[in-house]
Every structure is written in C-alpha cells, then in structure tokens.
C-alpha cells in the first residue's frame, strides 16, 4: 500500500484552492493574484521539519464547491461549528490534512467534478510565495456596526426587562471557575482581552471573532433571519467593506462615562503647592462623536488614562509612559497631539501646516487645552468650573476685521520675463478663514487670527503686519543656511499650498494663471 510521505501531507488540504476549475465565488482575485480569503496553513517547523512551503488555502473558493456545507470540513459542537479543520482541539497534523483532503479530491472525481490535486502533487499546493497572497483587510467595528448589533431585534441578551443584548456579546473572565460572566456597565472592547495572539490561554482575536461572529450570522442565517456575512470576502474584502451600510446619527453609547472631565497631573484637593501645569477641562460627550470607536483612545482599557499612565510614569501596565507623554506625542495618533497632528493633513488645514517647524514652541496651542486653573478645582464646586472651562473653548474664535488685510500685493519679482504677479491677498485670507471655520478644532486653536498669518509668513512673529517675504529670502538666490532664495520660497510656498488644500481654479503648471507673459 502505497503510504504517503509526512512532508506530502499539508500538501493536499489546499489542492483545491490552486485550481481555477473549482469556479469563482463573488471573492474577486486583486492586482497580483491577492485574494482576501487566502489562509496560509502552516503546521510549524516542529510538525512540518520546514521541508515545504505553507499551504495557501482559498477559503471561499472550496466553501462554494462545498455548496456552502460547512460541516464538510468542520465538526459540529453543541449545535455549534468549531471553526477549526475536521477537530475540536488544538491539535493538528500532516496526515489529519493530507487524507481528508485527498479523500474529498478523489470522491468528487470518481463522481467527474472538477476537484483538486490528489497524492503526489505536492507542489500544486505548497507554492513559493503563497505568504504574500493574501489581500485580508481588518474589518473596523465602529460606532454605525456596533449600534447596528446594539439594536437589533434579532441578538438576545440576559437583560430580557429593558431588551439590551449587550451580553450576548460582552463578557469577563471568573479565572477560578473558568466561566464568563456579564457586568453591565463594565462592557470593554473584545480586543481588550482577546490580543492578535493567545495570550495565558486566553484566544485571540481572529479566533474569538469567528466563534462569535460567524456563529451567530450562521445561526440566524439557518431561521432565513437576515445576517452578516459567513465568508471572508464578506468581512474582510476591501469592497465588501466598503458596501457594509452606515448609519449617521447614532444615539449616544452609554457607558457610565462623563460628559466633561479634567485631566490633571496632580490630585485635586491634597497638591499643597502648584508644581504643574493647569488641568484640561476635556469634552468627552464631543470628543466621542469625533471617533469610530472608544479604541481611538483608550486603547487598552476603558478605564481612565491616570488609572494606567500616571504623573511619574511608574506603571508597568501603562508601559512606563507617563501622563505628559501619552497626551502629548506627536508620533502616537492614541494621544491627544498625535491625533490632532492627524487632522493638520487634511486639505484644509495641510497648506499652513506642511511646513510648521515641527520643534517651534506656541504657548497659545498649550492654553487652548490647560485651561483648568488648579485653585478652581480645589473649590466646593469643581464640576461647574470644569463645565465653564469646556465652553469656553468654543467661544474665543473671533474674526479679524479684514480692512486690516491688504487687498492685493504686486509681486514682480520675475518682471524681466513676466509681468508682475497681482496676488489678492485679502481674497486668499478669507478663503483661509472659510476653511477654519468649518472645524471646531481649528476654530479652538486658532482664536487669534493673527497666528492664521503665519501659515505664509511661517518664521515671523504673530502679527498682522508681518515682515516682507523678501525680508528672509534674497532676490539672489538661496542663502548659505540653505533657505530658498525669494523666488523659489514664493513657488515653494504657493504651488505646493494650493496642491496641499486641493485648490483646482489655479494648477501647479499653470505660470501664466499668474504670470502673464510679456509680448
């Protein structure tokens, strides 16, 4: 009897996947073969002795040869598919994959289906590369999916009385009775605990997900009751995703969290001398509108941001990252700085802010946030100046008179070819402040509109009658410190802010929109 080798094993269990003859599901093969229900199936170098490539196994393409059975492949438990290959555990093998798939390969032949590779076509499974096939994109759980599942009628709960279903998805963890439990209040992100790998034997994410997620759309699915997907491509294909139905006004998310809070690095009540900063009178209920998910910030835990990063730091379960620091990164988009940095790159805002000095100091950037004296917080009454502290973010915008801009600068320093450029300066300013008006954000940070001038001029001092270009830049050329000279900071400046703010009536090529040439 002819006995195949323990290397040949995994060959087979993805034969089918190799095989364009099996027909195509609704899962679209990408720019260079990417497939977003490609699975490498890898055994480990303790199993597969690293003799053959990974296995890379189209899930969606064999769920459509199977005519969606999924008990073909895998074992009911509970009324319930274990998302796992022909077990319950763990455990796998080369042989639990190689004479399972083959057997499935040779029974459709022997009934003339097209099938896949049987014993021996090793390599028509175990492809070089195969760890590069796949085009999986991680499906975001925001605010519009999480309401979606938060009220439908169809997800039960325990709380039967007030018809939340919040448990059917949220749990903790008893380690003495190895049971789950529901608190409600105490809901938290499933990432929380479930990390992209097992961790103290506790599963991880991909797989949790699938034990709840896909369970509950398939169980619906089997009552005709309508559900989310059941495959990859469902999921985890970028156009798919971009199908998935959003909603706009979502209720609030209750969670027993403040509408305002202060962040401070001192305890209000027991600091005796003031060695920090003010406290930040922060918006929670506004903030929350301005994410898709709590994990926007709390990453970790929704607990609070001192309950981890303390004023020293001294935290092993925050990292060892400070209170100053996580708010204040400009590299970390979970903080605070690092997040509205993010916001700078959008059109409207990316003309001024492409080149800030990254390093340059504005002690009125740090007041718009610490605003929140430390002897008003020590009062009777904290919550109402912490209140008053948060409105009065919104209400320091006020526009400039613009009598005050010039309206039009002649710039003709390039007259010995073109015709002086006539720039309408007050006409560019308002369009500025159309822009920041849009935005709270920008609206918050930007109460002086003078600093607005400094967008242009960005090394001169915040007023409204700044120095002349030509003040820091030569007509000569560029400087020995490596500035442009004039001409090149006016088309450096110019041309890369209108591609920045998307502007479209004036293009980068264009010399004569601006320069008419001489006859």
Not at 353 to 365: E, L
Request: proline share 4%; net charge positive; with cysteine.
């Amino acid at each position: 009897m002819l006995r195949v080798r323990p290397f040949q094993m995994i060959i087979l269990a993805m034969l089918v996947l190799s095989f364009p003859f099996i027909g195509q599901t609704k899962t679209e093969k990408r720019d260079d073969d990417k497939r977003p229900d490609y699975i490498n199936l890898q055994l480990g170098p303790e199993l597969s002795k690293n003799e053959m490539e990974p296995v890379g196994f189209l899930h969606d393409l064999h769920t459509k040869a199977l005519d969606g059975k999924c008990a073909t492949c895998h074992i009911e438990k509970n009324n319930i598919f274990v998302f796992k290959f022909k077990r319950t555990d763990e455990k796998a093998s080369m042989d639990l994959y190689h004479d399972n798939c083959i057997a499935c390969h040779l029974e459709k032949k022997a009934s003339k289906e097209k099938a896949g590779p049987v014993t021996a076509d090793c390599r028509s499974c175990h492809v070089t590369g195969t760890s590069k096939k796949s085009s999986w994109e991680k499906i975001n759980f925001n605010r519009s999916l999480h309401f979606r599942h938060e009220s439908s009628g169809q997800i039960k709960g325990q709380d039967t009385l007030n018809k939340e279903n919040c448990s059917a998805c949220h749990h903790q963890y008893n380690e003495k009775t190895n049971e789950i439990f529901y608190v409600k209040g105490q809901e938290e992100s499933c990432a929380y605990c479930h990390k992209p790998l097992k961790q103290d034997n506790i599963r991880p994410i991909g797989q949790a997900s699938h034990d709840a997620c896909v369970k509950c759309h398939q169980t619906l699915e089997t009552k005709d009751i309508d559900a989310g997907p059941v495959t990859c491509n469902g999921c985890h294909d970028t156009k798919e995703q971009q199908k998935i139905k959003t909603v706009s006004n979502i209720p609030r998310l209750k969670r027993n969290q403040p509408d305002e809070v202060a962040i401070t690095g001192w305890i209000p009540g027991k600091q005796k001398t003031k060695t920090y900063m003010n406290g930040v009178a922060f918006n929670h209920k506004f903030h929350e509108t301005k994410t898709d998910t709590c994990k926007a910030c709390h990453h970790e835990t929704l607990k609070k941001c001192n309950d981890c990063h303390t004023a020293d730091g001294g935290e092993v379960k925050g990292g060892f990252v400070s209170l100053e620091k996580a708010m204040h990164s400009k590299d970390n988009t979970k903080s605070c700085v690092g997040c509205h940095k993010e916001f700078t790159k959008k059109s409207d805002c990316a003309g001024c802010h492409f080149q800030a000095p990254a390093k340059k100091d504005n002690s009125d950037s740090c007041k718009t946030c610490h605003n929140l004296e430390q002897a008003k917080l020590q009062s009777m009454e904290p919550g109402k100046f912490v209140k008053k502290a948060v409105a009065d973010i919104s209400l320091g915008y006020k526009p400039v008179a613009v009598d005050k801009i010039p309206e039009t600068i002649v710039i003709d320093d390039l007259s010995n070819k073109y015709k002086p450029a006539s720039f309408p300066h007050r006409k560019m300013v308002k369009a500025i402040f159309k822009r920041v008006e849009k935005s709270d954000m920008a609206k918050a940070f930007h109460t002086d509109q003078a600093r607005l001038c400094m967008g242009c001029h960005h090394n001169s001092p915040k007023t409204l009658e700044p120095p002349q270009c030509a003040s820091c830049h030569s007509k000569k050329g560029p400087g020995v410190d490596g500035r442009p000279g004039l001409t090149g900071a006016f088309h450096g400046q110019c041309i890369t802010c209108h591609q920045k703010m998307e502007v479209q009536s004036v293009v980068a090529t264009d010399c004569v929109k601006c320069h008419e040439e001489k006859k």
